[in-house]
């Protein structure tokens, strides 16, 4: 039976709330995380050198538990489909966050549902969004550019972070839909181990393209954000991630980037002492009251 024919969840095991929870908690430091691993070393070596870490941590994982990696045409198909997010969306996440504030990436990763829910539509002939989605999404969104609005002001070449952060969006979107429908029936980690094996080598082929160099040297903060990311945003990240996508309805996977930024201003405020004015407050309102309508326009969600 494929993840297609799978029924729609009656509730929620504890399992997958931890799991959906450990990609919130972790996706809401990437985007920072991201900025510091390229100080000093280069975006494309930071981004090089955490694929390589994590994929290293994957292949160990695979070899410790037994666990084979199989290359039928459908475990291939899903690699594929897992490598496009992770080399497509990532390498342009990590071009633009050189231009572009770690709060406004994660505004424009907000846009992730709408066009999730359009492709699953499209490609998986899932239910199309109810009218009350529709303003949920909406209202999330709207709250997300209250609570940034600041990181809106932009310098020379957000233009262009702009755009391929967009680029990144729909290339996350398409990858999520398409580990979907491909349906091997494969664990989160050989999903991520596979797609990892692609992107690796997509990765290495793009610097040799364009003849990248070695950086000279890494400074502490930056070496220790790329062991972060390899570790904890690769191999743990990306399969809990993929975990959720096999398990949940693809828009409720979809819902991750409207959670995230609120995770991490939240976090801020905890661990970092920030500060948080009435109009980040009233944009957190909107996104939880976007949330609950959602919510009630989902039939697995409610139950």
Request: glycine share 12%.
């Amino acid at each position: 039976m494929s993840s297609r024919d799978l029924p729609p969840p009656t509730g929620f095991p504890t399992a997958l709330i931890l799991s959906y929870g450990g990609v919130v908690a972790i996706w809401s430091t990437t985007p920072l995380a991201i900025k510091w691993s390229a100080e000093g070393a280069g975006f494309l070596f930071a981004v090089t050198a955490r694929m390589a870490i994590g994929t290293a941590v994957c292949l160990l994982l695979l070899a410790v538990l037994r666990t084979p990696l199989p290359r039928h045409r459908r475990a291939l198909a899903t690699y594929g489909a897992a490598a496009l997010g992770i080399y497509g969306a990532m390498i342009c996440v990590y071009w633009a966050a050189r231009f572009v504030p770690s709060g406004l990436i994660s505004v424009l990763f907000g846009l992730t549902p709408i066009l999730t829910a359009l492709l699953a539509a499209l490609l998986l002939r899932e239910s199309r969004l109810r009218p009350l989605q529709w303003i949920g999404i909406a209202l999330a969104l709207a709250g997300l550019g209250l609570i940034f609005r600041s990181d809106l002001r932009t310098g020379e070449g957000a233009a262009a972070g702009i755009a391929a952060i967009l680029a990144a969006t729909l290339l996350h979107s398409l990858s999520t839909v398409w580990v979907k429908r491909a349906g091997a029936g494969l664990s989160a980690l050989q999903v991520n181990s596979g797609g990892l094996l692609l992107a690796l080598l997509a990765y290495g082929l793009t610097w040799v393209w364009t003849g990248a160099q070695w950086p000279t040297g890494i400074p502490p903060r930056a070496g220790w954000a790329i062991v972060y990311l390899g570790v904890l945003g690769t191999v743990v990240g990306f399969s809990l991630y993929f975990h959720t996508v096999r398990h949940l309805p693809t828009r409720v996977v979809a819902l991750i980037p409207l959670i995230t930024p609120v995770a991490a201003l939240l976090l801020g405020i905890a661990l970092n002492g920030e500060q948080v004015g009435p109009r980040v407050w009233s944009g957190t309102l909107l996104i939880g009251l976007g949330l609950i309508a959602h919510t009630r326009a989902e039939p697995a969600l409610r139950r």
